[in-house]
């Protein structure tokens, strides 16, 4: 807790974040970079997929994703509502629209990944459905922040939505086991360990990498701006207002 209170102060934060970003956005380059190399040009063709399979390397690591960012979301959310951090709600308003991306990549990917593996384009199975749903709560917690003109009310309503669909995840993850799908299961995270070989895994985990390493960069850059914006939001308040108004909670000097 005393870690998290630290960046609790946007200056700090932007400051570190600062020196941050350009490790993370080399790191991303590097990690998708070498990711869609080894995965287009040196990893097999499968024997009943063939190159189709080649899609799993942008699908995989989109739909983890999608629920990654969205759990980052709902923990963001609870810290917000729990112990105010004056960042938490910009993290997680920041996180929405790239969640909602690779959500919609997956479903893309996914259809087009099925059409010719499973002769459609759309089933509405378990996994299928679970994750439109997750599309969908992305979409509905982005309309929240929209809804409102004031920042807090916004902030309350949209972290309120993201713990409750939040128990969507589960339902996503344990999907292929809890009813029957045409999703194979899990074939890397197992307690047996990875099923699948090396010459794939090797590209799936980089371009996970890569994903998360961007993800991380945009984000940065996406907090940046909303501290931007609420300072100068702050600012025009105060030109009106004979009070000084509060920034991030602490009234401005």
């Not at 869609?36 to 040009?41: E, Q, T, V």
């Not at 890397?188 to 360990?193: A, D, P, R």
């Not at 991380?216 to 907090?223: F, G, M, N, P, S």
């Amino acid at each position: 807790m005393t870690t998290m209170h630290r960046f609790a102060n946007p200056a700090r934060f932007v400051r570190v974040s600062s020196a941050v970003l350009p490790w993370v956005t080399a790191l991303a380059v590097l990690c998708i970079g070498s990711g869609l190399y080894f995965g287009l040009f040196s990893s097999p063709v499968d024997y009943q997929q063939r190159d189709t399979v080649r899609i799993m390397y942008v699908h995989v690591p989109s739909a983890w994703m999608s629920m990654f960012v969205y759990s980052g979301m709902a923990l963001a959310s609870a810290i917000s509502l729990v112990w105010k951090h004056p960042l938490a709600d910009l993290a997680a308003k920041a996180s929405a629209p790239l969640g909602a991306g690779f959500t919609l990549v997956a479903l893309v990917s996914g259809a087009l990944w099925g059409q010719p593996t499973w002769g459609t384009w759309w089933v509405w199975d378990a996994r299928l459905t679970s994750v439109l749903i997750l599309f969908f709560l992305y979409l509905g917690y982005i309309a929240l922040w929209e809804a409102f003109d004031d920042p807090q009310r916004a902030a309350k309503a949209a972290a309120i939505l993201a713990l409750v669909g939040a128990v969507n995840i589960p339902i996503i993850k344990f999907s292929v086991d809890w009813w029957n799908t045409l999703h194979q299961p899990a074939s890397v995270m197992t307690l047996s360990g990875p099923s699948i070989h090396i010459s794939m895994l090797i590209p799936l985990l980089l371009m996970a990498l890569g994903f998360t390493f961007y993800y991380v960069a945009v984000l940065i850059l996406r907090i940046q701006r909303e501290i931007v914006a609420r300072k100068i939001r702050a600012l025009r308040l105060m030109q009106t207002e004979p009070a000084a108004t509060p920034v991030f909670g602490v009234p401005a000097q």
